[in-house]
């Protein structure tokens, strides 16, 4: 008999909340940073499939490997794949993953090897677990696979998982995901919500992109950022990209005055130094450089993030949200030490639920 339910399916998803609730109702788990996962296991099958419904077998044949020494032999799983560094989630590597040389994938393999964190049931046997609520997929995924692979922590407390929202941040996770607890899994639809950390940084607007639909001059697509380190080196950090078409307009000839036309600038020629972070450059994902108009650094915004990655320096780990601007803050002021650092928290002490900081 085939498995009731096969890949391509869409997972469950969820959309924005801002207040962890005081009322019951919710099952609260960690908000992992990685690849969502669906698993298929069929027999001697294996499916790892995208949010996308791409295959990812090709990039993760360690997990692939592992999961099918430990799965039921007919069992389909929704989770995440994450890689861990020195005891904290690493974004970064699990990006490295995806990459299209096969003797770059062993390597990867061997050196960040991924991990597959189960959060739902939707399969077992012939059993479609997708029309049965929340609380018994839970308690089912605990039987089922609990010791086989990890199993992300999950409570019904509101001040648990506010406690966890604060706590877990430390260990690389990027908030909390609230579940309703007599909901079925809906496939595609936005029924979870997730509760994200959220917060603000004056940065220096240091160059600008045109936007795609018009001429170079007419419209910005968006502001690239920067910030400085404790040496006076201004590293790109991210990109501020969402604004109305006639904002778009009137910014280009705002800022029309600030381009670099001729002479020096932080990010180009010689003012460059070894490791500081550029726009534009050619990376895994681009095989030629990515055009980009220099403004001279003389305005500051004020952005809205969610938490940085790459170490330090550091970048936002997805593109900031335009707050507002700052002119009465001096771009030099425009440090790395205003972002904020979580208290580093044991990775592994997450799975177990446990309240323990790392030293």
């Known amino acids: 008999m085939p498995l009731p339910l096969t890949p391509p399916v869409t997972p469950m998803l969820a959309k924005a909340g801002t207040t962890i609730p005081e009322s019951v109702g919710l099952l609260f788990e960690p908000k992992w940073d990685g ?7 069929d027999g001697a099958e294996l499916t790892l499939q995208s949010r996308a419904g791409k295959p990812l077998n090709r990039y993760f044949p360690e997990a ?34 995806i990459h299209p040389a096969q003797s770059r ?13 189960a959060f739902d049931l939707l399969a ?12 018994r997929r839970r308690d089912r995924l605990v039987e089922v696979v609990d010791g086989a692979v990890p199993i992300t922590p999950a409570t019904t407390d509101p001040a648990t998982a506010r406690h966890w929202f604060t706590l877990f941040e430390g260990a690389g996770l990027d ?23 959220s917060r603000t940084a004056d940065c220096v607007l240091a160059g600008l992109r045109w936007h795609a639909d018009g001429a170079p001059g007419e419209a910005v697509g968006s502001f690239l ?26 910014l280009a000839t705002e800022l029309a005055p600030l381009i670099v036309h001729e002479g020096r600038h932080p990010w180009l020629g010689a003012d460059v130094v070894p490791e500081q972070r550029l726009p534009g450059g050619v990376n895994r994902w681009r095989s030629a450089e990515q055009p980009w ?38 771009p030099e002021s425009c440090g790395y030490d205003q972002l904020e ?19």
């Open 35 to 41: 690849f969502r996962c669906l698993v298929f296991r």
């Open 64 to 97: 692939v490997d592992r999961l099918a020494r430990a799965l039921p032999e007919r069992v389909v799983l929704d989770g995440e794949l994450v890689v861990a560094r020195d005891g904290r989630l690493d974004f970064d590597a699990l990006t490295e993953r």
């Open 105 to 117: 994938i062993r390597l990867f393999a061997e050196r960040t090897p991924a991990e597959f964190v």
């Open 124 to 135: 077992l046997g012939t059993e479609d677990w997708t029309e049965r609520d929340t609380g």
């Open 175 to 197: 908030g909390v995901i609230g579940k309703p607890l007599d909901a079925p899994y809906q496939p595609g639809k936005r029924v979870m919500v997730k509760y994200k950390h």
């Open 225 to 250: 950022l920067g910030l400085y380190d404790a040496a006076g080196v201004l590293h790109h950090v991210g990109v501020v990209g969402s604004f109305p078409a006639a904002r778009r307009c009137e």
């Open 293 to 330: 108009v220099p403004l001279r650094p003389e305005r500051v915004v004020e952005v809205a993030y969610e938490h940085t990655e790459g170490g330090h320096p550091a970048r936002f780990r997805h593109n900031p949200r335009f707050v507002r601007w700052r002119p009465d803050r001096e």
């Open 341 to 359: 650092e979580p208290v580093r928290y044991d990775l592994d002490a997450v799975f177990r639920g446990e309240v323990r900081r790392t030293r």
